[in-house]
Nanobody, 115 residues
């Protein structure tokens, strides 16, 4: 099992930047992939960015070029750097630890972008 805790959510103006952090309770080297997802009111949860244990990153089309996912294995932490934020980025952002047998979710952190 693994526990993940997100932090860094805030209210920002459009065009601003924010960095989210996700701290895991165990070494992330042994976790297949770490992902950031988001869920806006009335919408389904969607994948934002994912990074594998080997360091390969993939992004949703809507955030490519604006968001960057990274990992610090020494600190068991994954980051989501978000630049040029838009009102449509407003959502609860969730961190997930994806193992072969299960996916473990954090409690989420709110990001609100005002125009």
């Amino acid at each position: 099992q693994v526990q993940v805790v997100e932090s860094g959510g805030a209210s920002v103006q459009a065009g601003g930047s924010l960095t989210l952090s996700c701290a895991a309770s165990r070494s992330i080297r042994s976790i297949n992939a770490m992902g950031w997802y988001r869920q806006a009111p009335g919408k389904q949860r969607e994948l934002v960015a994912i990074i594998t244990s080997g360091g390969t990153a993939n992004y949703a089309e809507s955030v490519k070029g604006r968001f960057t996912i990274s990992r610090d294995n020494a600190k068991n932490t994954v980051f989501l750097q978000m630049n040029t934020l838009k009102p449509e980025d407003t959502a609860v952002y969730y961190c997930a630890a994806l193992l072969i047998t299960n996916t473990y979710w954090g409690q989420g952190t709110q990001v609100t972008v005002s125009s």
